[in-house]
């Protein structure tokens, strides 16, 4: 499909608004006819002018000048009135379809997007993808709302005036047509030496884009390191680069319309000399010659904005490839047939002989088995790079494991539909992520519904309640993007609260308590036994003193089980649990 020439790819892809398509040709088409058939009335009046009674009108009835004039005037109104309405119609049909697509796309795209495996997103750069979700999808906007109709008045102009110089004179029409082909082939030509600049600028623009976010995103650390000079020499860099790609575009773009116009010249010319020694000799009528003279000016000035035109559709058709391309990126996560009923989910999980490595990368998980009894708390500790988050991770589907099977209630993980699968499982994560927006609204987010008294109940529950009172505007206080109106620890139990308020069967705690005071999180640590009670819950902590009272404890290393038991029974082994719980208690 990507072989596929981008415009059919786009009609392709707008099927359901193709009867929208086809009206808003048809008044495009019906609007430039109309609006051609002012220079046929002026030459109709210098013909009555010049012949009188004997003027071309008389042969249907109208012997008088001036009842001819008058007809002359009202045709004027009728013919204005008709363009005109046709003009509102299709502006209407346009804009609105160029609207409908432009949100539609972005819907489809974003959709898709979410839809793609977490592995997909380590290779993609943010800043790549909102210039493909907002610059792209509005470039297109703009060609579906200005460069289609253009492209199709310009196509009418060129027919019908070609009709009527064969109608007039074969002989001067032949002169007058021959720099459209040559025109025409000059724009395919323009198109295909101008598209890779284009995608050059859309790739220059998405780097920008990249840059700009990550600095923004980053200003903390640019600001203690004082690095604001160094940001603005990178950002002047990337800027620069995009205004050079921008620049080559603009040298070949800018040429074209002066070559379009020294073509149209030769029949303008040919015309204007050629038509004027016809009429001269009295081949021709003046009021014919006149039309001709018109009409090639009406010619002239669409064509010259042929170029401005197909500038808008070659970046049109650009964008279009990548926004098309990121639709047609496969999700290689496939989805299960089989629907979790939640309210059954026991929470019985178990991992046999799971193997996964991220690409281009060495196996973070070998061969690991791990059984995790349903309603028991199962702490999951080691190194950092030792694999606990990939458990996780591979759990979710955020990934799929590349050997092996996970099963949760006996059933394989890669069976169940996504949606339910991860709907079981309520997730914190020390990497918390808060939404703009208010308190109430972030903690909502963990159940679509949810009652005041319930938000209440799991901010209480997380030990969240009472900073929240303590905020300007209580449960309702805007946080700002990301939560950064909040310190660490407040962002941690809104998540957590979040989480509470889910309420699913499986609670999974990364690192749940890292951001908070020793102070909250032994008042965390008491909320999580109850929160933990008659669910499975699964434990990663560095902080092992969150976890001693687990039912069962597993030391990783290196993708591999190499202890599991409870706190006691791992001491007395004297092994790595029991070297890092003296480090951090200090009997070292």
Do not use: C
């Not at 099927?15 to 086809?22: A, G, L, P, V």
């Not at 999980?349 to 061969?367: G, H, K, L, W």
């Amino acid at each position: 499909m990507t072989d596929t020439a981008p415009i059919y790819r786009l009609i392709s892809h707008m099927k359901q608004h193709r009867s929208t398509m086809w009206l808003a040709t048809l008044f495009s088409i019906l609007n430039k006819i109309f609006d051609l058939a002012p220079p046929l009335l002026i030459g109709a009046a210098v013909d009555v002018v010049a012949r009188q009674e004997e003027s071309a009108l008389s042969n249907y009835g109208y012997t008088d000048p001036k009842d001819q004039l008058i007809l002359l005037s009202v045709l004027t109104v009728i013919i204005w009135f008709f363009e005109s309405l046709f003009e509102y119609f299709y502006g209407v049909l346009w804009r609105n379809l160029a609207q409908t697509v432009q949100h539609e796309l972005r819907l489809d795209a974003y959709s898709h997007i979410q839809e793609l495996e977490m592995a997909w997103f380590s290779d993609q750069s943010k800043g790549e993808l909102m210039s493909i979700l907002n610059d792209d999808i509005n470039q297109l906007e703009r060609f579906l709302d200005k460069g289609a109709n253009e492209l199709l008045q310009v196509g009418t102009t060129v027919v019908v005036i070609s009709a009527i110089f064969f109608y007039i004179s074969p002989a001067i029409a032949i002169y007058s047509i021959i720099p459209i082909p040559i025109i025409i082939w000059g724009s395919f030509r323009f198109q295909s030496r101008i598209g890779p600049h284009y995608t050059e600028v859309r790739k220059e623009v998405g780097l920008l884009n990249a840059l700009l976010s990550n600095n923004l995103s980053g200003i903390s650390t640019i600001k203690s390191f004082t690095s604001e000079e160094l940001e603005v020499e990178r950002v002047r860099a990337a800027s620069q680069a995009y205004r050079e790609a921008n620049r080559r575009a603009i040298r070949l773009s800018a040429a074209f319309v002066p070559l379009i116009r020294m073509a149209i010249l030769v029949g303008f010319t040919a015309t204007l000399l050629h038509g004027g020694f016809v009429t001269l000799n009295g081949g021709m009528e003046i009021a014919s010659y006149s039309v001709m003279i018109f009409m090639m000016q009406r010619l002239l000035w669409p064509l010259t904005r042929l170029g401005e035109t197909f500038d808008l559709y070659q970046r049109a058709m650009v964008s279009t490839t990548r926004v098309l391309n990121l639709l047609d990126t496969e999700i290689s996560v496939q989805e299960g047939d089989r629907e979790l009923d939640i309210t059954k989910v026991k929470g019985d999980i178990r991992f046999e002989d799971v193997s996964f490595a991220y690409p281009e990368r060495e196996e973070v998980i070998s061969n690991l088995s791990l059984s995790v009894k349903p309603g028991s708390t199962q702490a999951i500790v080691g190194s950092t790079g030792s694999g606990k988050t990939t458990l996780i991770r591979l759990l979710l589907r955020f990934h799929d494991n590349s050997s092996g099977e996970i099963f949760l209630d006996g059933s394989e993980i890669k069976n169940l539909k996504i949606k339910s699968l991860r709907s079981s499982i309520s997730l914190v994560t020390q990497t918390i992520i808060l939404f703009p927006g208010t308190v109430t609204q972030n903690i909502a987010y963990g159940k679509e519904g949810a009652t005041e008294d319930e938000i209440i109940s799991s901010a209480k529950t997380a030990e969240a309640h009472d900073f929240i009172m303590k905020l300007p505007f209580g449960y309702e206080t805007q946080i700002g993007e990301g939560g950064h109106k909040l310190s660490g620890g407040q962002r941690q139990r809104l998540s957590i609260a979040r989480a509470v308020l889910k309420d699913a069967p499986i609670l999974v705690l990364d690192e749940a308590t890292s951001s908070v005071d020793n102070e909250t999180e032994e008042a965390l640590q008491k909320s999580l036994e109850v929160i933990s009670k008659d669910r499975t819950t699964i434990v990663i902590a560095h902080r092992l003193s969150t976890i001693r009272h687990s039912d069962s404890i597993i030391v990783l290393d290196d993708g591999k089980v190499i202890e599991s038991g409870t706190h006691e029974e791992l001491l007395a082994n004297n092994s790595q649990y029991s070297k890092l719980w003296n480090v951090q208690t200090g009997k070292r």
